[in-house]
């Protein structure tokens, strides 16, 4: 039978290794969850997959599982990138979390001309992506950098990525066509601040021989629902649904 | 110039139509939004398009303002019903949130064999339609239905209107080829809880000549993932996108 808890470890993951528990882990498990010895878990690291293991210890402070066999295969997803200028804290949580779940492999806020936010706790956003991996079943856990001009990136931007460009006052060209142009590319998506982009932003990515703008519809769509709407179409298009 | 604030009322729009303001709307754009008499007010009311207005009486508990020309005509959404079981207050908010901005004509909370939460506030759920519409730039606002059983939902199912159901346990076919198969035919999203269908309403939802399976990817999405993912494949496929 497979354990229902999952749980993302740091520690490596493989057959008969043993896994030690941190305090917060040990609280989790046992304090929250109520397991005790004998009990199965599954655990994933981001790079061996998910694992099987069973609870050999069960402490107030610490613990220790062992892994008994591997249930999933690692499953990288897509190489793409989610970039999206940060907003309310509670919406900027979400795109983190939604990024997760639709298979974006590295997350990065980027600071606009019309972002108004200036900080995030990139921690706090990390552990978000691990939570939406802990309970979506995934194996792989994205990067969220930390915050970053986004003239900076835009300044060392890779030859070979292309860039799926989500303006509002554009209207786009089908996806399918670009990734026929750029077979087997890396990709990023940019969702704009809520403000829109200014125009020196705007004229310096539509002259990038990378970008290619993709419409989202009529209505005018908030930053967290362009996110997810955006790496729908990028999934089925070029990524792996 | 345009108004920059948007407000939805009941109230009929049309050329020289003065409209009043009941309490709590003249709190929000006289004592909130600091607005003066002489103001421009965008108003919509989902039948008469968008109209700028100018306010001509500013009172703490009442007002009057008058229409000028209408601004956007009537868009309406296709003919899509959004279909999903009631889950956490937050998400179940954002699912109604995100099916307006998505462009839904109608919502229609369900409950399954496996929906734990049995009650919803309609009023509460109708009042982020609005406000999303408001955000957004819509002119429309779908309605939110009372929660109704999904068995009974499916006992009465209109014969011509088609349905996409998004169930993780199944790989499906291209939407593309069911909008060929069913042309001009209105369409319902259906949503899984987040425990999924039970067996008797898997059986049935396969046997029903309208259904049609449709894949979200190799990933478990939550339910409000998985609603506006499931929106962004049908809006462009066979929606207005």
């Known amino acids: 039978m497979s354990a229902k ?8 993951l493989g057959a008969g290794q043993s896994v030690p528990l941190d305090r917060d882990q040990a609280h989790y498990l046992f304090g929250v969850m109520r397991l005790q010895a004998g009990a199965r878990v599954a655990l994933f690291n981001g790079r061996d997959g998910e694992w099987q293991t069973v609870v050999v210890d069960a402490g107030k ?6 892994c008994e066999e591997q249930s999933k295969p690692l499953q990288m997803p897509p190489d793409l990138w989610l970039l999206f200028a940060p907003i309310k804290k509670a919406r900027t949580d979400f795109i983190v979390e939604k990024a997760a779940e639709m298979g974006a492999a ?3 806020p980027v600071g606009t001309d019309f972002t108004n936010s200036e900080r995030i706790r990139r921690d706090r956003l990390q552990a978000h992506a691990v939570e939406a991996a802990e309970q979506c079943g995934g194996t792989f856990v994205p990067e969220v950098d930390d915050l970053q001009k986004l003239s900076r990136l835009l300044d060392h931007w890779p030859d070979e990525r292309q860039l799926m460009f989500c303006d509002e006052a554009e209207v786009g060209n089908a996806l399918e066509l670009y990734g026929q142009q750029h077979e087997n590319a890396p990709w990023a998506i940019l969702i704009g601040p809520e403000g829109g982009f200014s125009e020196t932003e705007r004229k310096r990515l539509h002259a990038m021989a990378q970008s290619h703008v ?5 209505r005018i769509l908030r930053a ?5 709407a955006a790496m729908t179409l990028w999934q089925k298009a070029l990524g792996d649904w």
Chains 1, 2 share one sequence.
Do not use: M
């Open 224 to 228: 967290d629902t362009a996110a997810v």
């Open 5 to 12: 808890v999952r749980l993302y470890v740091e520690h490596p």
């Open 214 to 218: 993709v419409s989202l519809g009529p």
């Open 106 to 108: 590295r997350i990065l």
């Open 61 to 66: 402070r610490s613990g220790l599982l062992q």
